[in-house]
């Protein structure tokens, strides 16, 4: 998959996408307002968010799925799944009690792993999300010890689903402005332009739209 090709796919998936943006603006106006930046998050900073809401329901409502979803299926600081060994393992000749052992580590470890990060915070972010269509959580790398993973709620109208014939999704395209300041740490590893690096070196407060 050819940076080309993706552009190609994540480009057919925006177009699609904005159909719905009027609709989607006004579900985050209307009901999730402190999740919007604005489309493509245009909006100032500092921006009023609430000026369009009379009545507290729809808001409420949001809030209160949020935390019901989150109590039924990720509730905070409790272990809410468990990595077992299925019917399959026994045929292919695997012992269920030896890899049952090496889950239950691995369980123990991703949980420890989920309650001291932000993953509940940035979950009830993303089923707020969901209350109104999509929600998208990215889970990475952590940056040290302290930080295993990292969680962030990417807001949906920062993402575009690509589908196949049956209706799958076969890709998310996020855009997101960063600062060029930013690039570095965010990608220590990453190839960039020569226009690029120079920019990250004298125009470090410029935005660029990353896909």
Same mark, same amino acid.
């Given at each position: 998959?050819?940076?080309?090709?993706?552009?190609?796919?994540?480009?057919?998936?925006?177009? $699609?996408?904005?159909?719905?943006? *009027?609709?989607?603006?006004?579900?985050?106006?209307?009901?999730i307002p402190y999740r919007s930046g604005g489309m493509y998050g245009t909006a100032a900073k500092g921006e009023a968010r609430v000026d369009?809401?009379?009545?507290?329901?729809?808001?409420?409502?949001?809030?209160?799925? %949020? &935390?019901?979803?989150?109590?039924? *299926?990720?509730?905070?600081?409790?272990?809410?799944?468990? +990595?077992? %060994? &299925?019917? =399959?393992?026994?045929?292919?000749?695997?012992?269920?009690? $030896? +890899?049952?052992? +090496?889950?239950?580590?691995?369980?123990?470890? *991703?949980?420890?792993?989920?309650?001291? &990060?932000?993953?509940?915070?940035?979950?009830? $972010?993303?089923?707020?999300?969901?209350? =109104?269509?999509?929600? %998208? +959580?990215?889970?990475?790398? &952590?940056?040290?010890?302290?930080?295993?993973?990292?969680?962030?709620?990417?807001?949906?109208?920062?993402?575009?689903l690509s589908t196949d014939g049956w209706g799958r999704v076969t890709g998310i395209h996020w855009k997101k402005k !960063?600062?060029?300041?930013?690039?570095? @740490?965010?990608?220590?590893?990453?190839? !960039?332009?020569? @226009?690029?690096?120079? %920019?990250?070196?004298? $125009?470090?407060?410029?935005? *660029?739209?990353?896909?």
């Amino acid at each position: 998959m050819t940076p080309d090709k993706i552009r190609k796919l994540a480009d057919r998936a925006w177009q $699609e996408r904005r159909q719905y943006d *009027v609709l989607l603006q006004d579900a985050y106006d209307y009901i999730i307002p402190y999740r919007s930046g604005g489309m493509y998050g245009t909006a100032a900073k500092g921006e009023a968010r609430v000026d369009k809401v009379f009545d507290g329901t729809a808001p409420q409502a949001a809030m209160r799925f %949020a &935390g019901r979803v989150q109590a039924d *299926v990720t509730p905070p600081f409790q272990d809410f799944f468990a +990595l077992e %060994a &299925g019917p =399959v393992a026994a045929d292919r000749g695997l012992d269920k009690n $030896e +890899l049952n052992k +090496l889950l239950q580590t691995t369980t123990a470890r *991703v949980h420890g792993a989920v309650h001291t &990060g932000r993953f509940h915070v940035a979950s009830h $972010e993303m089923y707020q999300d969901l209350f =109104v269509g999509t929600g %998208a +959580l990215l889970m990475d790398d &952590g940056d040290d010890d302290d930080e295993i993973a990292k969680h962030i709620s990417v807001p949906t109208h920062e993402i575009a689903l690509s589908t196949d014939g049956w209706g799958r999704v076969t890709g998310i395209h996020w855009k997101k402005k !960063f600062k060029c300041n930013d690039l570095g @740490d965010l990608w220590p590893n990453g190839t !960039f332009s020569a @226009d690029l690096k120079k %920019a990250m070196a004298k $125009e470090s407060d410029r935005d *660029v739209e990353v896909l």
